[in-house]
């Protein structure tokens, strides 16, 4: 049983940065790939960065350029490095982990969440 607890959100004006950090329980972190999700109120669950055993990243449109994905097997830990900070990037944003050589951008492809930690963007 894999468990996540991500940290590292917070409020920010419009063009600010944070980094979110999501730490697992298990040392078996590196056969787990990995996915960063968000939720705003009234609105569906949204991939926003995933990546794999290997560390090769992908981005959803809305954040490329903008936010950085990276893991450290050794530290057990996922990071979600945001620049350029929108109020459209207000949600509460979940780290999530799957089992699998292969992330994907779809939620229920992945087993294990974390609780999630609130960022707030103002303009």
């Known amino acids: 049983q894999l468990t996540l607890v991500e940290s590292g959100g917070g409020s920010v004006q419009t063009g600010g940065s944070l980094r979110l950090s999501c730490t697992a329980s298990?040392?078996?972190?590196?056969?787990?790939?990995l996915g960063w999700f968000r939720q705003a109120p009234g609105k569906q669950r949204e991939g926003v960065a995933i990546?794999?055993?290997?560390?090769?990243?992908q981005y959803a449109d809305f954040v490329k350029g903008r936010f950085t994905i990276s893991r450290d097997n050794a530290k057990t830990s996922l990071y979600l490095e945001m620049n350029h900070l929108e109020p459209e990037d207000t949600a509460m944003y979940y780290c999530?982990?799957?089992?699998?050589?292969?992330?994907?951008?779809?939620?229920?492809?992945?087993?294990?969440w974390g609780q999630g930690t609130q960022v707030t963007v103002s303009s």
């Open positions: 999530a982990a799957v089992h699998s050589p292969v992330p994907l951008f779809h939620d229920n492809w992945y087993t294990y």
């Open positions: 298990e040392s078996t972190f590196s056969q787990y790939s």
């Open positions: 990546i794999d055993r290997s560390s090769a990243p």
